[in-house]
């Protein structure tokens, strides 16, 4: 089966930069785009980063200009830079795939902890 796992989270003080990691496994399927959400506890979990097969990238307005959504040439890892973390920023990020069969399916990881503190 299609597994994602994640990796790179964990604690940095407001203005410091992670990058996060997603390797992709399994069966194979087309991709249609691969993203990163985010999670806080008691809230929606929201779109962060996601970007596309023809490579265009779509940000939340929150983290446009600080995060930066990349994929390797064979689409087995997804990458989230993120830059000059807020506090804000604290949440459990997930990384998901749409894969298309004859429609789309979505796949997620187990999520990270990404926390920013002073």
């Known amino acids: 089966q299609v597994q994602l796992v994640e990796s790179g989270g964990g604690w940095v003080r407001p203005g410091g930069s992670l990058r996060l990691s997603c390797v992709i496994s399994?069966?194979?399927?087309?991709?249609?785009?691969m993203g990163w959400y985010r999670q806080v506890p008691g809230q929606q979990r929201e779109l962060v980063a996601q970007?596309?097969?023809?490579?265009?990238?779509n940000y939340a307005n929150s983290v446009n200009g600080r995060f930066t959504i990349s994929r390797d040439s064979a689409n087995n890892t997804v990458y989230l830079q993120m830059d000059n973390l807020k506090v804000e920023d604290t949440a459990v990020y997930y990384c998901?795939?749409?894969?298309?069969?004859?429609?789309?399916?979505?796949?997620w990881g187990q999520g990270t902890q990404v926390t920013v503190s002073s």
């Open positions: 998901n795939v749409r894969a298309v069969y004859r429609n789309f399916v979505n796949y």
């Open positions: 970007i596309t097969a023809d490579g265009n990238t």
């Open positions: 399994g069966r194979p399927f087309t991709i249609n785009a």
